[in-house]
Structure formats: structure tokens, C-alpha cells
């Protein structure tokens, strides 16, 4: 848009300002904008208008999809589907594709049949489009049908989720409807029975496309389950069940709908509405009403975490079995890396062939909808123990991802390769209650919750006594936002709403793994909260990504031997606080007995691991002559086999640095010459066994078995994506002359049954604050 005033006119200090703020807006652009920022302003669409002798074409996105907004471009043409080339084609003439079918715009395109070869003729080649053109067939080429191409040139597009408003399907193929896909602006379930309205989530009512801007529903004459359980999944449920059509026929005679002009035609394994094939025209009589028929109607079955709250007698009297599959490492409900528990171990599995159809039967089985998108090359993070499964192929009906076909050989897969998925998950509008104010990006600022108050819903902000890592955590998850960065207990420098200063919530404390903050333990209506609101309120910051810190089990088990040392060379360690207390009454001439090990710290999160303090708080350690950065990073302990803690552990502070890192990626950090501190994503950190404080003292300690215990990051002072895995427990025979540690292994990697025959913490998330 022209600028009514001119650059030349305003004074240079204006200029540099208009420059930066164009700048900063540009910075966090990447990012998106979450509930609550408003979106760019966008154009309406406009039916194009095609000259007559245009080709008339319809496309559709094909092949092994991860996400239902992209796929192999396939142009209909003369009765056939065929593919298009990449010679010559840009973004551009992505974009033209993208807004043909009604997404907004085109976010990358692939060559080289990356969704897989196509079949029939190719119908373009050597496109020069400029991204304007209002279908694919005005775009100059080499004519339709001229090409030199073979079908591993066949070209794929990802475009945006977001639809194009106002958009609507204009059919110019009327003899072929049933060859096309689904093409609309936007669905929905809109609940019809008062008994409904108010429920979260919507489970049942009409199905209503928005095509051409305006709402309509469709005529169920040809209308099937699996078009039911189609919808149902997109919108976050694992299944469909039957419902009151008797009470939906009188409403439908007092109110006339309004009919789309389509019927639907399902398989019942897609993962999203456009994936379906439409239907033939519906017949509809002269005055508009369906012939035979009434709106279609859905009644969806959620899962259990989603159950209205009349559910929750029935979660107390059922305990749930031990489920075969889990998601780990994802931000929010419903997303992470897949695992499946096979031998009572848990491991991962290879992303060979991961599609949304593998994707969608592993988010139904675990109680959410169909797939959103399947992930692969280890983008939720990497798992350890061994790959499961291997070229996994499913139909979509299977009860389970175990039930699919697959490969149990995984000889050439790593964890670099951990399948994950993101679910469709129902709207709870949990994100509606919460918000973050006075941040310079959408990602950061002051806590407000919507609260009721004397009979009115009032924001306010929440006490910081007591905030932390793990309700900086929910808060993110419950916005969206990610991970949490950072959990601040003051805000002053980010002003939120004068309005919302006063204290709405106090007390609360969160186990890290709730979906809303309400969720968590908190005061209720009688607040406490000595502090105040205001610039004493908690603040959080948010990423999309963490890092995520594992012990190596093995390491340990490999490392661990004795020694007696004499108390002359334990001076400095004594003055650390590393030997037990009543090394504080020996001679010095006296031994001390020593349970040596190494430990071997992973990162394989998707961000480097970064000490909270600042350099100016590091703290300098003559026994290892380097600063250390976190002075509670791991604690060491040796428990009985009834969980009595036998010998004193002690708390070991650190100095972090990449010891060594994957192949391929290059060490960002050394202890040494007061370097920067952390961990790089791929890299490890090793202490060895033959350092200082590098031990548990076991002098006093009776010969019998026992379990030893790791414990990294214990007090969640950086944010992980999980915190589960912190945690490393062996089993250790002693027999007063020698020492053996077997069965290491990190918390959450076997079996429950198994996991419980292990005394000491289930896992890092249950320690006390």
C-alpha cells in the first residue's frame, strides 16, 4: 500500500524508527500468530472467470502424504488424472496450484516424485507461471501433454493450512464429479440440541461446510458411516456411535436448512475431509429441501481424557491396562515421537514409508482423532533402546499400530529416523481462558486467567509464590505456544491490562502434565498471596522447541568400579560436600571406600541445554579448576530394595560441555577459559569416573544388593521436553570386596510391571519441590 506520507518528508530519526519497527515485526513473522494476535487483513476470494478456450482442469494433492495439505500436484484433463514435471517449476507456480484448491498460498514445493511416482500421462512440463494466474492451464508450458519427462520428475507442493476466505468450489467438470476431491473454505460440527450447546467438546450435531462464505449442510441421502467417522476423527475423535434421529427430523421441519450442492464419498480411512472424493450432485427438489432425506448428523465418541466430567465415576472403578503405544517428547496433547512396548521394553519406530495413514490408526488407538500430520527424521526428538518396527503400512482400520504390517528388521534405521505424529485433538477451549500480556512477541509475557468473580468472569493475573519451570510449562502447552523457556515470579517489565492486575490465582502447583492451568492444584476462591499481583505476578516465555537430557544407562554399567582412597587426597572433595558426613571424624591417614562410575549425558531434544544462571553467578571449583553453571545438576543415590536410602548421596554441580557430538555436528561448547556453557542438540556430555566427586561413598555401606540412582536436572531448573527419561536406576550387588551394576536403565524405558519392581522415584516428574 502507498504511504501517504512520503520517506523524504519525515525527519531521519522517523525513518530509522519506521525501519526498525517494519524489522522487528519481521523478526517474530516466522513464528505465526497465536489465539489472541489478529491476522493480517486478507482479500475475499472472486470466482475466477476463464475465457472459453481455457482448459478446463481440476487438481488434486496425491500420494504418500504426511499432512492433508500436500502431495503430488495431479491434474485432471480429458477424462484422466496425470501428473506435472519439475522442470522449470518455482514457487510461483506452487502458489497457483495452492490457490486453485483454495489454501491461502504455497509454502515449498518438491521434485523428484517425492510423494511417490505418479501414473497416466504428464500433463504439464516446463511451466513458467508468475503466481497471478487463476488456474494452472494459463500458465505458459510446452502445451498439455508435451512433456519429456518420466514419472520420478513428478512434482509435490505443502501448502498452507490456512483456506482462502470466502473460497468456493466451482465445479467446470460437471461429467467427472465423482474423480474430484473435497474443495471447501472450512467445516464444522454445530451442535443443534440444547444438551449439546453447552458441552465441550461439540460431539454431536449437524455437519456444516463453509463454501463460498456462508454455512451449509448436507443432504444425507447418500451419506455413510464412514463419512461419520471421517469428520469425527478431524475433529479430534477416535470414533462415531448412532444417535436420536427422531428429535433431528422435528427440528429440521421447523427450521429449512440450507444444502450444499454435493454429496460426500468416503473410504472411512482418510485423515481429513479433502482427502474424500465428492459425491454426486445432490438431487434437491424446487423448494430447496433435501429429496429423501434431512441434514447429516454426527455423534462423535471421545476419548477418555476428553469425556464430559459424568465420566469420571467410570475412570475411578476401571484401571486403564498398560497400553502398547505412547507418545513422548511432543509440547502439547496429542503430538510426540511414537513407542510401542514390545518385550516390556519400550522403543521407537523407523520412519521408512511413515504416512498419515500409519500415523492416524496410532493417534485413534491412543484416544484422539486422525492424524494432523505424520513426522519423521526424529523432529519430536530422539528416543533410546532399541527400533521396534520398520516400514510400517497400515489399511486405517486396524485397532492398532501393532496390528499394521511392518519390518522387524531395522538394520540400517537410528533414532535419527524416530517416527512421531501430531493428533487432531478435540476444542476444549482451554486457550480461551488464559492469555499472556505485555510481552514483545507473542510468545512471552504476564500471565492472565479468566476467573469467576462475585458471578462474572474477571482477568487477573496469577501469584508467583511458588511459580516454576512445571506451571510455566502447562501454561505454554495450554496456549500452544510450545515448551516453556523460561517461568518468571516477576513481570514488571512487561505491563499487561491495568485491568487484570489484581490476583485471580494463587497456591497453584502442576505436575508439568495438565492441559489447562485450572487443572492444577490451586487455592480455589480463597486466595493467598503476600506478594501481590501486578509487577509481582508470574510471567512465562515460550518455545517451540527443548532440549531433552538422557543418561546413558550403558556407560554406567561399564564404568562402575571401587576404590579406597586416603583421606589426605580427599581434601578438596571433603570441602565440597562429596563424601558422607562422618568422613568429618576420620584421621587423615584413614581410607574411604568409593562406588566410582562415569556418566555419559545425552541431548537429543530439539534445542541446545543451557544453564539458567547467568555467567556472573557460575561458581569457581578448585577440584576441577573450572566454573561450574548449575549447582544442582545430577544427584547420586543408593537406595535398599524396600526404597531406604542406604548411603548419602550427594548433589553434584556441573560444568557443561559437548565431550563428543553425532557425526556430522560440531562442538558449541567448552568449560574451558571460561567458555559458554551447555549441550549442543547430538552431543554428550561426559564426566569421567576418575574425576573428583565422581562417586557415591560407600564406606559404611553393608555388603547386599541395592539400587542406584541418577537423577539430572532435578529441580527442573531448565526446561526439557521430557522430564521422564531424567532419571537412571541400576541394580548394584556389593559384596565387600568387589562391586557389579547391572540392569541400568533410564525411568520410563520398561514396562510398568517391570519398572516396579525398581524401588526409589517411578520417574523425575514425581520428586518433591
Not at 35 to 51: C, I, K, N, S, V
Not at 380 to 405: A, D, R, Y
Not at 558 to 582: H, I, K, V, W
Request: net charge negative.
Amino acid at each position: 500500500m502507498e504511504s501517504p506520507f512520503p520517506l523524504k518528508m519525515l525527519p531521519r530519526c522517523a525513518v530509522i524508527l519506521l525501519v526498525l519497527l517494519k524489522l522487528g515485526h519481521a523478526q517474530y513473522e516466522h513464528l505465526g500468530y497465536p489465539p489472541g494476535y489478529p491476522d493480517p487483513e486478507q482479500e475475499q476470494y472472486t470466482a475466477p472467470q476463464l475465457a472459453p478456450d481455457t482448459p478446463r482442469i481440476q487438481l488434486r494433492l496425491a500420494g504418500d502424504k504426511r499432512k492433508h495439505n500436500e502431495g503430488r500436484v495431479e491434474v485432471f484433463y480429458n477424462g484422466e488424472w496425470g501428473t506435472v514435471c519439475d522442470d522449470d517449476f518455482t514457487i510461483h507456480a506452487a502458489q497457483v496450484v495452492c490457490r486453485e484448491l483454495g489454501y491461502l498460498e504455497a509454502i515449498s514445493w518438491s521434485p523428484s516424485s517425492k510423494y511417490g511416482k505418479g501414473e497416466g500421462p504428464i500433463w504439464f512440463d516446463n511451466l513458467h507461471c508468475t503466481g497471478k494466474e487463476k488456474t494452472l492451464a494459463l500458465c505458459p508450458s510446452n502445451g498439455i501433454g508435451v512433456s519429456d519427462c518420466k514419472h520420478s520428475e513428478d512434482v509435490g507442493v505443502v501448502c498452507s493450512d490456512k483456506r482462502i476466505p470466502g473460497f468456493k468450489f466451482v465445479n467446470t467438470l460437471p461429467n467427472h464429479v465423482e474423480n474430484l476431491d473435497i474443495q471447501v473454505e472450512d467445516v464444522r460440527i454445530r451442535a443443534i440440541l440444547s444438551s449439546y450447546r453447552k458441552r465441550i467438546p461439540v460431539t454431536e450435531g449437524y455437519v456444516e461446510v463453509k463454501d463460498g462464505g456462508k454455512w451449509k449442510q448436507i443432504c444425507n441421502a447418500e451419506w455413510t458411516q464412514f463419512n461419520s467417522r471421517v469428520i469425527c476423527g478431524m475433529f479430534g475423535f477416535p470414533g462415531e456411535r448412532k444417535y436420536n434421529a427422531r428429535v433431528y427430523k422435528m427440528f429440521a421441519r421447523r427450521r429449512k436448512p440450507t444444502y450444499w450442492e454435493y454429496s460426500v464419498n468416503c473410504t472411512g480411512n482418510e485423515a481429513h475431509l479433502s482427502s474424500c472424493k465428492l459425491g454426486q450432485a445432490t438431487a434437491l427438489k424446487s423448494n430447496e429441501t433435501c429429496s429423501g432425506g434431512l441434514p447429516v448428523v454426527v455423534s462423535c465418541v471421545p476419548g477418555r481424557a476428553f469425556a464430559p466430567t459424568p465420566m469420571t465415576g467410570f475412570r475411578k472403578a476401571f484401571r486403564q491396562e498398560q497400553p502398547l503405544v505412547r507418545l513422548r517428547g511432543g509440547a502439547i496433547v496429542g503430538e510426540g515421537r511414537v513407542e510401542v512396548l514390545k518385550n516390556g521394553e519400550w522403543g521407537t519406530i523407523c520412519d521408512d514409508n511413515w504416512n498419515l495413514l500409519s500415523a492416524t490408526v496410532v493417534c485413534r488407538e491412543l484416544g484422539f482423532g486422525t492424524a494432523k500430520e505424520a513426522l519423521s527424521g526424529g523432529r519430536l526428538g530422539q528416543g533410546m533402546g532399541p527400533v521396534h518396527m520398520n516400514e510400517v503400512e497400515c489399511s486405517g482400520f486396524e485397532k492398532s499400530i501393532t496390528e499394521c504390517f511392518f519390518n522387524k528388521e531395522a538394520v540400517d534405521c537410528s533414532h535419527e529416523e524416530d517416527a512421531a505424529v501430531r493428533c487432531n485433538v478435540p476444542a476444549m477451549g482451554f486457550q480461551e481462558r488464559l492469555r499472556l500480556s505485555g510481552g514483545r512477541n507473542p510468545y512471552e509475557g504476564r500471565v492472565e486467567v479468566l476467573m469467576e468473580k462475585n458471578g462474572s468472569l474477571v482477568w487477573g493475573t496469577v501469584c508467583s509464590e511458588g511459580w516454576g519451570t512445571m506451571e510455566a510449562m502447562v501454561v505454554c502447552r495450554q496456549l500452544g505456544l510450545g515448551f516453556a523457556s523460561n517461568a518468571f515470579q516477576e513481570t514488571w517489565y512487561w505491563p499487561g491490562e491495568v485491568s487484570a492486575d489484581a490476583v485471580v490465582m494463587s497456591g497453584v502447583r502442576c505436575s508439568g502434565t495438565e492441559m489447562s492451568l485450572s487443572h492444577c492444584l490451586h487455592h480455589g476462591h480463597h486466595l493467598s498471596c503476600s506478594k501481590g499481583g501486578g509487577r509481582n505476578a508470574a510471567g512465562v516465555s515460550c518455545s517451540e522447541t527443548a532440549p531433552d537430557l538422557v543418561l546413558n544407562p550403558q556407560v554406567v554399567e561399564q564404568t562402575t568400579y571401587m576404590e579406597d582412597r586416603p583421606m589426605f587426597m580427599l581434601q578438596c572433595a571433603y570441602e565440597e560436600n562429596c563424601l558422607s558426613s562422618t568422613s568429618s571424624q576420620v584421621p587423615a591417614n584413614s581410607y574411604r571406600r568409593l562406588l566410582r562410575f562415569s556418566s555419559q549425558i545425552h541431548n537429543n531434544g530439539q534445542s541446545d541445554f543451557r544453564p539458567k544462571a547467568g555467567r556472573h553467578s557460575w561458581v569457581w571449583h578448585d577440584c576441577h579448576r573450572h566454573y561450574h553453571s548449575m549447582e544442582v545438576f545430577t544427584i547420586y543415590d543408593l537406595f535398599s530394595l524396600n526404597g531406604t536410602k542406604v548411603a548419602e548421596g550427594h548433589k553434584a554441580s556441573f560444568c557443561l560441555e559437548d565431550s563428543e557430538c553425532d557425526e556430522g555436528i560440531e562442538k558449541r561448547y567448552e568449560c574451558a577459559n571460561f567458555g559458554e556453557q551447555g549441550i549442543t542438540v547430538g552431543c554428550w556430555d561426559t564426566y569421567r569416573h576418575d574425576i573428583d566427586c565422581q562417586w557415591i561413598d560407600i564406606t559404611e555401606l553393608k555388603p547386599g544388593d541395592y539400587i542406584f540412582q541418577i537423577i539430572i536436572n532435578p529441580n527442573y531448573e531448565v526446561p526439557e521436553s521430557d522430564y521422564s527419561n531424567n532419571i537412571m536406576k541400576c541394580r548394584c550387588r556389593y559384596d565387600g570386596h568387589r562391586v557389579w551394576m547391572y540392569s541400568c536403565h533410564n525411568g520410563g524405558s520398561l514396562s510398568t510391571e517391570t519398572e516396579q519392581t525398581f524401588p526409589g522415584l517411578l520417574n523425575n516428574q514425581v520428586t518433591h519441590r
